[in-house]
């Protein structure tokens, strides 16, 4: 499995948002939408607010890869699932930490069980 540079790591890690465009069946990419991005350790990871249902996320599910843009990293990456019992309480908790500034009803969507049901790790795919 491929791994974040220190420098990409930081990077995300700084930026306020990400740009997120799944991979479509015939292998093009879809429209990139705007969403928070949290990094914990050397992870990066995203939620949908949505859920499951949310329109973007479901777009991962369909070939598991896609393209990201953050904090002037651009990066292929692949989108893997996480079991919110994994490690559902320290990303919440970047969560907080990276957002606190905004009211807690926007950082309580992405603390939601349906966002939380919805929490991908994105891993790079180094050429």
Known sequence: ????????????EAAEELKIASMG????????????????????????????????FRGTRTRHRGHIRAGGVAKDVSFVSVD???AGEEIDAAYRAKYHRYPAGIINSVLTPQARAATL???PNNQ
């Open 84 to 86: 919110p019992a994994d």
């Open 1 to 12: 499995m491929s791994e974040w540079t220190t420098e990409e790591l930081s990077k995300i």
């Open 25 to 56: 069946r015939d292998g093009t990419l879809r429209k990139p939408v705007t969403i928070w991005v949290v990094r914990h350790g050397d992870q990066i990871y995203v939620r949908s607010v949505g859920g499951p249902n949310g329109g973007w």
């Open 121 to 123: 790790q994105l891993v």
